[in-house]
């Protein structure tokens, strides 16, 4: 909604002052799909070269993903720690191997399926699950879980940052298509220099719009939506350092009550319940 409010402010304010101090938006529309065609053509041309197809589907999911709200909630991450204080408290009482088949069939398991809004999200799952089987297995230790974590928590950053990166290089191309599509207006206009002033003057101002689109495509909705992007990177590797940081706990010693709370503090203030809020919360489920 913000991203739809945001693009009709700049659209408003651009237009609306040029319309106010006498500026033509005729010539602009007049030439708005001859340069829109150049420039959009040229950019998504430059895209797909630019991108593997896993790329590209992610960006395009990504994009679309900007016009709805954070699933990151503080209700979501009330779930999800007191999904991780149910395991960990069902292993302290009844032994690691009591959450066996928790770990080795997740969607059939009653523990999260009681949280459908973290349990279905296959990679918090697998996540969740991939490190509970390595402490059941009892083989690493907690200081070589926590470097397999980081590993994993990288590659899921690298990865995810991909899109981010792909926005990043179309908003820097936009203005040089722009310059490309004015360059064109003009090698068009000095092949007609034999007319009117009049009719060389609109021309030129059409040759003009390619530059203007350019940049106000570059920096009005691609690199905004490549900031955006990048936010819900962030966000998203937050979840997991929460996971990793409670299950840490857990693994050294820390009762499941007190290893939650280790996973509440990495979280940001915006998301952060309080620990009243996760202990009714806890207690509740």
């Known amino acids: 909604m913000f ?18 101090h006498g500026g033509n938006l005729g010539v602009i ?13 040229a950019t998504l041309g430059a895209f797909l070269v630019n991108n593997q197809m896993p790329v590209i589907k992610a960006t395009i999911s990504g994009a679309l993903s900007c016009f709805k709200g954070s699933k990151y909630t503080k209700a979501r991450y009330m779930e999800l720690l007191a999904l991780l204080y149910d395991i960990l408290q069902k292993a302290r ?4 191997m009591s959450i066996e088949k928790d770990v080795e069939d997740p969607h059939s398991s009653p523990l999260f399926q009681k949280y459908p809004a ?18 059941v297995s009892g083989n690493l230790n907690a200081h070589e879980i926590e470097s397999l974590m980081d590993s994993e928590i990288e590659t899921h950053h690298h990865e995810a940052h991909a899109p981010v990166a792909a926005m990043q290089r179309v908003a820097g191309g936009l203005p040089a298509f722009g310059i490309v599509a004015a360059v064109l207006g003009v090698v068009n206009t000095m092949g007609s220099v034999g007319q009117p002033p009049a009719v060389l003057g609109g021309m030129i101002g059409s040759a003009l719009v390619g530059t203007f689109l350019g940049i106000l495509l570059a920096y009005a909705f691609a690199e905004p939506v490549a900031g955006l992007l990048e936010q819900k990177v962030e966000e998203s590797g937050k979840e997991l350092q929460c996971i990793k940081t409670t299950l840490l706990a857990s693994m050294q010693g820390y009762a499941p009550q007190v290893a939650i709370e280790f996973g509440r503090k990495v979280l940001t203030s915006t998301t952060r319940p309080t620990f009243a809020e996760l202990e009714s919360h806890v207690k509740k489920k």
């Open 3 to 20: 991203v739809i409010i945001g693009w009709v402010v700049v659209l408003g304010c651009v237009f609306g002052v040029f319309a106010a």
């Open 29 to 41: 529309l007049h030439a708005l799909p001859s340069e829109m065609a150049t420039i959009g053509g």
């Open 93 to 96: 009482k009844e032994g690691l």
């Open 118 to 135: 973290v349990g279905s999200d296959h990679h918090v799952t697998e996540f969740i699950t991939d490190y509970l089987r390595m402490m």
